[in-house]
Each structure stands twice: as structure tokens, then as C-alpha cells.
T-cell receptor
């Protein structure tokens, strides 16, 4: 069965650069969630979208923005990168706002040097 | 403030039951979740329980919720080496925020 796809899987950026992470949900899933997990840390919920509208907002810094497109894929844009942004970024998808039935992607590992 | 706490480590023998405990602070939580993260891998939503339930069973997994004490537990029956992972407890608060605990690292000894 098709799973959540995230690209790229690994990304290395320098401080103050920008990065764009992409998430392709499971076909027919209309809700996308973004999480950040720092090294040895618990995941932090960043933001979610349902039917291309922001549904929930968590600990997303102002330097980050995200959107969901008409094909339901989502992009997380990160600007003015800081060393502390180095983390695993997970995307999950669900059908409807059923975050209790989320399916996660493999994650994008962002390293900021 | 909102907080989710878990013990950080648990070690069990293969075939025994594992019980991972979690406490949370928001008495108005709507959902409580258990996530599994295997070494070097992504997150997996293992199971969840609605806040108006006391227990949920799903094959080898049993989730118990004590709302009065704000205590959640995950019992894994017949623990296998493949169950070795970090287990995160999370709550969805009354403000629709999802707060994760620090994770419990489960080691299964063959």
C-alpha cells in the first residue's frame, strides 16, 4: 500500500539559508501534520492542514511557514535557518481530521551547519 | 502548564508483559496516544484512546486510562524483541495541542 512520502530524506543547509521540505500524503488523505524531533528529544507538533486550510498550529516558529496544495501535498518552508533547527521533520497524513489514525512518513533529516 | 511524563527506560524479558506508564496534566484532554519509534526510524501511531474510555484492547496491546489520576498505561503482552523501541505517550489537550512525553525506551532481553 502507498505510504506517506517525504522529500528529501536528508538535507544539509548552512545557517541563515532556507529549506523546503515536501510531504505527499497517502492517496485520498486530506489532512497533513508536521512534527519536529530534535536529537534525543520528543516530537513537537508544528502545524496541520485539512482541505488546504490550516487546522491546528503548534510550536511552529515564525521563520517557518507551510501550506497544503490542491493535490493535498504539503510543503514546510524554513527561512533564516539556525543550528537549533537541525532535527528530524516528520509528516503524517490522515483521512479527515482523525489525528488518531495518522500515518507517518519516514522523516526528513535536516542538518544546519 | 501542560506536561506529559514517562519513565525513560524499561527492560523486560522476551515473552513477559511490558507496562509503560504515563502521566499527563490536562484533565480536559480529548485523546491520548501511544506512538512507537524504532531505532533510526520514523514515528508510528500505535494506538489511541478517547478520554471517555477506560480501556482499549488491540491484539497484544492494552491501554488503560485513569482519568481521575491522569494516568495512562500501555501493556504489551508476550513482548518480543521486535517491540524494542521508544514509546511516546501524547495527549491532545483541550486547546487541540498535541503534547508528547519524553519517551520510554523499551529494551527486550532475549
Amino acid at each position: 500500500a502507498a505510504g506517506v512520502i517525504q522529500s528529501p530524506r536528508h538535507l544539509i543547509k548552512e545557517k541563515r539559508e532556507t529549506a523546503t521540505l515536501k510531504c505527499y500524503p497517502i492517496p485520498r488523505h486530506d489532512t497533513v501534520y508536521w512534527y519536529q524531533q530534535g536529537p534525543g528529544q520528543d516530537p513537537q507538533f508544528l502545524i496541520s492542514f485539512y482541505e488546504k486550510m490550516q487546522s491546528d498550529k503548534g510550536s511552529i516558529p515564525d521563520r517557518f511557514s507551510a501550506q497544503q496544495f490542491s493535490d493535498y501535498h504539503s510543503e514546510l518552508n524554513m527561512s533564516s535557518l539556525e543550528l537549533g533547527d537541525s532535527a528530524l521533520y516528520f509528516c503524517a497524513s490522515s483521512l479527515g481530521l482523525k489525528d488518531y489514525e495518522q500515518y507517518f512518513g519516514p522523516g526528513t533529516r535536516l542538518t544546519v551547519t | 502548564g501542560e506536561d506529559v511524563e514517562q519513565s525513560l527506560f524499561l527492560s523486560v524479558r522476551e515473552g513477559d508483559s511490558s507496562v509503560i506508564n504515563c502521566t499527563y496534566t490536562d484533565s480536559s484532554s480529548t485523546y491520548l496516544y501511544w506512538y512507537k519509534q524504532e531505532p533510526g526510524a520514523g514515528l508510528q501511531l500505535l494506538t489511541y484512546i478517547f478520554s471517555n474510555m477506560d480501556m482499549k484492547q488491540d491484539q497484544r496491546l492494552t491501554v488503560l486510562l485513569n482519568k481521575k489520576d491522569k494516568h495512562l498505561s500501555l501493556r504489551i503482552a508476550d513482548t518480543q524483541t521486535g517491540d524494542s523501541a521508544i514509546y511516546f505517550c501524547a495527549e491532545k489537550t483541550s486547546y487541540d495541542k498535541v503534547i508528547f512525553g519524553p519517551g520510554t525506551s523499551l529494551s527486550v532481553i532475549p
